[in-house]
């Protein structure tokens, strides 16, 4: 997939804890030069002080150019911030979804509850697996409803992290091209 070349002015959303060096966000940041929204505190995050980072960094670009690639709890932040802001941007990547009113959520994260089920007024493609742990299959088909996004279901693959066998990961990249094509 390395002869992939991308039109728009794509930004890495990491989740709760930020994504390692093997992680395929950090993986494609470094392969396509992509910017990572740097959050302040990435292990108690609180969603106020996310979405204005997200908000903040993006300001200077044009919005109809804006790929946001989310992982885990940024897909839920995304959401928060089309709410508040309302912004158009060319579609997002919202990969692995964690439920955060589930008794599996982690503790430490303030403001992330209850689930934003706002429509998103962009193109967003929703991917889950079938066992992760941080969301129920049907709580992520609910979400991507919710969000207005295209749903896909890439079988059992756990959270779609290092942790269950992800580094590259270029089937991802496919779905990020298909955005990028919009």
Same mark, same amino acid.
């Given at each position: 997939?390395?002869?992939?070349?991308? #039109?728009?002015?794509?930004?890495?959303?990491?989740?709760?804890?930020?994504?390692?060096?093997?992680?395929? #966000?950090?993986?494609?940041?470094? #392969?396509?030069?992509?910017?990572?929204?740097? #959050?302040?505190?990435?292990?108690?995050?609180?969603?106020?002080? @996310?979405?204005?980072?997200?908000?903040?960094?993006?300001?200077?670009?044009?919005?109809?150019?804006?790929?946001?690639?989310?992982?885990?709890?940024?897909?839920?932040?995304?959401?928060?911030?089309?709410?508040?802001?309302?912004?158009?941007?060319?579609?997002?990547?919202?990969?692995?979804?964690?439920?955060?009113?589930?008794?599996?959520?982690?503790?430490?994260?303030?403001?992330?509850?209850?689930?934003?089920?706002?429509?998103?007024?962009?193109?967003?493609?929703?991917?889950?697996?079938?066992?992760?742990?941080?969301?129920?299959?049907?709580?992520?088909?609910?979400?991507?409803?919710? @969000?207005?996004?295209?749903?896909?279901?890439?079988?059992?693959?756990?959270?779609?992290?290092?942790?269950?066998?992800?580094?590259? @990961?270029?089937?991802?990249?496919?779905?990020?091209?298909?955005?990028?094509?919009?």
């Amino acid at each position: 997939m390395t002869s992939i070349s991308f #039109q728009s002015k794509i930004f890495i959303v990491p989740g709760l804890g930020n994504s390692g060096e093997q992680h395929w #966000q950090t993986l494609w940041e470094n #392969q396509f030069t992509f910017t990572r929204i740097q #959050q302040r505190e990435w292990d108690k995050p609180d969603q106020n002080e @996310w979405i204005e980072t997200i908000d903040k960094t993006l300001k200077s670009f044009p919005l109809d150019e804006i790929i946001l690639i989310g992982h885990s709890l940024a897909c839920t932040t995304i959401a928060f911030w089309s709410e508040k802001y309302g912004r158009k941007i060319k579609g997002a990547l919202l990969v692995a979804p964690s439920d955060t009113e589930a008794e599996s959520y982690p503790p430490g994260t303030t403001g992330f509850k209850p689930m934003c089920l706002h429509n998103l007024p962009f193109p967003s493609i929703t991917i889950t697996s079938s066992d992760d742990y941080y969301v129920s299959l049907a709580r992520a088909t609910f979400f991507a409803n919710a @969000w207005g996004s295209e749903f896909i279901n890439v079988g059992i693959a756990g959270h779609i992290n290092v942790g269950s066998g992800f580094g590259p @990961w270029d089937e991802g990249l496919k779905f990020l091209e298909k955005l990028d094509k919009r």
